[in-house]
């Protein structure tokens, strides 16, 4: 059984930055897509962005501000938040589809941003 493990949340000022990993704990065959999604509270889990062989995408609310990576191997992928405002508080979730369909998740990591 393939998991997730994420890291690097936390609490930072408005204008900060933050770096979240997720790490696959084995090799996903056939990986499709990676991607980032967050919930607020009282709040339905939103997409901050994919990245598809290279190729990323982003909401228009975190679009020039967050940066989506991965490592060589395609088993970590990162999430560069730059200028974090309050509203990017949320709890973040990595996500991982693979070419059958099957989904994976992280368990989730709290990102505040306040003062």
């Known amino acids: 059984q393939v998991q997730l493990v994420e890291s690097g949340g936390g609490l930072v000022q408005p204008g900060g930055s933050l770096r979240l990993s997720c790490a696959a704990s084995k090799s996903i065959f056939g990986v499709v897509v990676m991607g980032w999604y967050r919930q607020a509270p009282d709040e339905t889990r939103e997409l901050v962005g994919t990245?598809?062989?290279?190729?990323?995408k982003y909401a228009d609310s975190v679009k020039g501000r967050f940066t989506i990576s991965t490592d060589n191997a395609g088993n970590t992928v990162y999430l560069q938040m730059d200028r974090l405002k309050p509203d990017d508080t949320a709890v973040y979730y990595c996500h991982i589809r693979d070419v059958n369909g099957q989904q994976y998740w992280g368990q989730g990591t709290q990102v505040t941003v306040s003062s």
């Open positions: 990245i598809t062989s290279g190729s990323t």
